[in-house]
């Protein structure tokens, strides 16, 4: 093999294959080098594809043996939670196959190589005993669920995502720590399998990256279901007692001991960079030890970019590793630092049912930014459709400058919120006012006329509207 290359792409997941895949464009000579995860990283293989394939399988099952309609009923539902996990598993393969294995192949500009990578000077990195010279980088390489330092955690075992997802025994009392989108949707998804779970979170609300409304209302519909959340509760160890696993927390002033079967992480995840060698290359890192980069993905290191969940940027999603990997990759190649995101424009999801969707501001950060606010918020039980569905779970919060009323963030816990989030974030790439929202037509009945509500909430008394707006 050639060991000098103009670009030299570190990672094999999101950000990495966009990188991989403009450079193709560019017609670069380029190496790409991948361990660890498969081709395709965490997302298709052990995050977003697998987690919602799972999520969709226990809501199919939760709404057969729930249905929100009094003239259906069905007797007994059959699940088999071994086989679900095999046509996961095989969905899995079937998509990084079509969407990693054959793109690659067709890059012919785009050597692989299945190693770990670390370097050894700003342009040179060791890989399987062999030294490759790079006039530029990428950095890709993601990052792991670390378990938090807790006594007793490696005695009684821990899954992360990557064991939950491939596990085939159902667990019977889950504990799942944790209030983000990875706790969020394991401890759903393993509810509405029929675990009995736990969720214990340090602070005082779920997914603080959402309007207070929104997290209070989604905690509700979770309690409903029979998840039992512990807030303001510290971890103080853990043991094994007569084969039995336990659980000792603090909270309201108190110990308690809590039994268990599987313990599953769902806090943060820290970039992979321990190995990487980035001292040698003169690369800084930031505190939580991920990579520093400028608004252009460049680190201080001017031949040297990062991307995706291994970067200190602001959002760590399959999209947003993605984009980055194909402007970094412009940028690196085109010798000028032009594209880079607007990360208020993009949405997140926590993809539970109902699903917490946001894009933009939030109400709490208009202050920061110098923007006077107004804000509207609308309850699904005024919205026709959840009305006519039987199912009125569901808020949404819209947060409008006070003097332009343009909209600059939308808010959402709704039945397929994912799909929702998308109009509302064409509304402000649009930069739409309050107005024009009002003005437009939107289908009727519909989950997404929520938009519009919002709006009105913001001229009108809601609870006095009609259905035709
Ligand atoms: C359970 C779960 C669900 C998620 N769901 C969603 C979702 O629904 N939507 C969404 O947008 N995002 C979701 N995400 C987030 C998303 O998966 C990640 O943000 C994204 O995949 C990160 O891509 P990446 O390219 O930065 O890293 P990765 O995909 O993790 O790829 C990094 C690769 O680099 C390899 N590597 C590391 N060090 C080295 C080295 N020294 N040499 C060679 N290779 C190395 C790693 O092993 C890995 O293969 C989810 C994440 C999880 C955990």
């Known amino acids: 093999m050639d060991h000098r290359f103009d670009l030299i792409i570190i990672g094999g997941g999101a950000g990495a294959f966009a990188a991989a895949i403009k450079a193709n464009e560019f017609q670069a000579k380029t190496l790409m080098i991948n361990v660890g995860l498969p081709l395709g990283g965490t997302c298709v293989n052990v995050g977003c594809v697998p987690c919602k394939h799972l999520l969709a399988v226990g809501r199919y099952k939760y709404q057969a043996q729930h249905p929100s309609f009094s003239s259906v009923k069905i007797p007994q539902v059959q699940f088999?939670?071994?086989?679900?996990?095999?046509?996961?598993?095989?969905?899995?393969?079937?998509?990084?196959?079509?969407?990693?294995?054959?793109?690659?192949?067709?890059?012919?500009?785009?050597?692989?190589?299945?190693?770990?990578?670390?370097?050894?000077?700003?342009?040179?990195?060791?890989?399987?005993?062999?030294h490759f010279y790079g006039d530029r980088f990428v950095l890709a390489v993601g990052s792991t669920a670390l378990p938090p330092p807790i006594p007793g955690i490696a005695e009684v075992g821990y899954f992360t995502h990557i064991e939950a997802l491939r596990n085939k025994e159902l667990p019977r009392r889950l504990l799942v720590i944790g209030a983000g989108p990875v706790a969020l949707e394991f401890s759903q998804l393993f509810r509405h399998f029929g675990s009995d779970v736990m969720m214990l979170v340090r602070g005082d609300r779920l997914h603080k990256k959402t309007e207070p409304e929104i997290s209070e209302a989604l905690e509700e519909y979770l309690r409903e279901e029979g998840i039992v959340i512990q807030k303001q509760t510290q971890m103080r160890r853990f043991r094994l007692e007569r084969g039995e696993k336990i659980a000792t927390v603090h909270s309201e002033?108190?110990?308690r001991d809590l039994p268990f079967d599987e313990l599953l992480i769902g806090t943060g995840k820290t970039a992979n960079t321990e190995a990487l060698g980035l001292e040698a290359a003169g690369v800084e890192m930031a505190e939580n030890r991920a990579i520093r980069v400028n608004s252009w993905y460049q680190t201080s290191v001017p031949h040297i970019y990062a991307v995706g969940d291994a970067a200190d940027l602001p959002k760590r999603l399959e999209t947003t590793a993605g984009k980055e990997g194909t402007f970094a990759t412009i940028n690196v190649l085109g010798g000028v630092n032009r594209h880079k995101i607007n990360y208020d424009l993009v949405p997140s999801v926590v993809f539970t049912y109902p699903a917490v969707a946001d894009v933009g501001i939030l109400d709490e950060q208009t202050g920061e930014r110098g923007i006077r606010c107004h804000c509207g918020t609308v309850y699904f039980n005024k919205l026709p459709k959840s009305l006519i569905m039987k199912d009125t779970r569901g808020a949404i919060k819209m947060?409008?400058?006070?003097?332009?009323?343009?909209?600059?963030?939308?808010?959402?816990?709704?039945?397929?919120?994912?799909?929702?989030?998308?109009?509302?974030?064409?509304?402000?790439?649009?930069?739409?006012?309050?107005?024009?929202?009002?003005?437009?037509?939107?289908?009727?009945?519909?989950?997404?006329?929520?938009?519009?509500?919002?709006?009105?909430?913001?001229?009108?008394?809601?609870?006095?509207?009609?259905?035709?707006?």
């Open 253 to 255: 002033g108190e110990e």
């Open 399 to 469: 947060v409008a400058e006070h003097n332009t009323d343009r909209i600059v963030g939308i808010h959402l816990l709704a039945p397929y919120a994912e799909e929702l989030i998308n109009q509302a974030m064409y509304i402000l790439r649009a930069r739409m006012t309050i107005d024009d929202v009002i003005d437009s037509l939107t289908v009727f009945p519909t989950l997404s006329e929520s938009i519009k509500y919002a709006a009105l909430s913001f001229r009108t008394d809601i609870d006095r509207i009609s259905c035709c707006i």
């Open 80 to 130: 088999d939670f071994a086989r679900a996990i095999d046509e996961e598993l095989q969905t899995v393969a079937e998509l990084r196959q079509e969407k990693y294995a054959d793109v690659l192949a067709n890059l012919e500009h785009v050597t692989y190589l299945e190693a770990r990578a670390r370097f050894v000077s700003p342009h040179e990195v060791k890989a399987s005993g062999q």
